[in-house]
C-alpha cells in the first residue's frame, strides 16, 4: 500500500517535471510594402507570420523608422458596397502551428504618415511587437504591385 501511494508521487513528480513550457515560434516571411494608392500619406506593409510553435501568439502593434506610426488594419466592404478599411480593435491571433499573412485586400500594416522612403526598390524597416515572442524587426521591400 506505502509502496504503490510512492509510486503514484514519484509519477506526479515525473510528469510535473517533464510537461514541456509550451512557447511560441514566430518567424516572418516575404515582407513587402508599397504607397497607398488611396492615401498620398499612408503606405502598407505584407508579410506571411508562421508561428511553428506550440502556444499561439499575437502581434500586437508594429513600428518603423520610415513611419509616424503603424497600425493593425484590415480591409472591409462597407455598406455602400466600396472598400473601406478598418483600425483592428484586438491583436491579431497568430495560432500555435498555425500562420496568417498580411495581404492586399485582408489584414495589413499601414504605415501613417510615411517618409520618402517608400521609393520602388527601397528597403524599410519594420519592428513587429507580439505578445509572447517580443520584437521582431525585419526588412520590407518597397515594390510596384
Ligand atoms: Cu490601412
Redesign the pocket.
Known sequence: MKLRFLAILLIVALLASCAPQAKSDISVEGVWGRP?PKYPT?G?FYMLIKNSGDAPDKLVSGSSPSCESV?L?EMVMKDDGTMG?NLLENPIDIPAGGQVELKVGDL?A?CIMKKDDFQIGAKVELTLNFEKAGEKTVTAEIMDK
Open positions: 497607398s499612408s502598407a497600425e488594419h478599411m495589413h499601414m
